[in-house]
């Protein structure tokens, strides 16, 4: 059975630092798609990166990265030098591949994340 | 914007009635799911439709229903609400091939009194 765990619920940190979120997965599947997203305090749930399990390169986009360690069952999440505007609950999701397309979304509980100025 | 609309933003009614949530897929997009977001339970996978077929039941009731259209939009019914029913429910789509990606729309909140 497929499984998101974030464990940490809340965290909160000061304007320009850095801050990582964890998640961790659980699929008996060998090929699968991990997943974060963001949903900012107005609501919507914004798409922010798309993993294959078979890509364990690092990725890096502006002051996001991405580090994603299979033998740990991993998939953090960094914000370098957080921004107000970077306050929000993110979410990390797992989808099992199949060749008629791929399962559902299973999500983790979420973090959120506060950031303070 | 992520191309997913959903109509009504908000939604408020009582107990014991029924209500009818829509949503409009990205263009191209030929499947549509149904998430719920409530405090105790998380995001939950409802039920998802592919160019109009039934592909998949999550934790879907029984008191609740959906469809996809021929122009490929998707109805989410709930009935006989109950106050646990007041939730944020999330349509998603997506093109539905190995590498998708499953764009959502801002979401319908309903809260039921």
Known sequence: AQKVTQAQTEISVVEKEDVTLDCVYETRDTTYYLFWYKQPPSGELVFLIRRNSFDEQNEISGRYSWNFQKSTSSFNFTITASQVVDSAVYFCALSEARNSGNTPLVFGKGTRLSVIA | ?113
């Open chain 2, 1 to 113: 914007d992520s191309g997913v609309t959903q109509t009504p933003k908000h939604l408020i009614t009582a107990t014991g009635q029924r209500v009818t949530l829509r949503c409009s897929p990205r263009s191209g997009d030929l499947s549509v799911y149904w998430y719920q977001q409530s405090l105790d339970q998380g995001l939950q996978f409802l039920i998802q439709y592919y160019n109009g077929e039934e592909r998949a039941k999550g934790n879907i009731l029984e008191r609740f229903s959906a469809q996809q259209f021929p122009d490929l939009h998707s109805e989410l019914n709930l009935s006989s609400l109950e106050l646990g029913d007041s939730a944020l429910y999330f349509c998603a789509s997506s093109v539905l091939s190995r590498t998708d990606t499953q764009y959502f729309g801002p979401g319908t909140r309903l809260t039921v009194l």
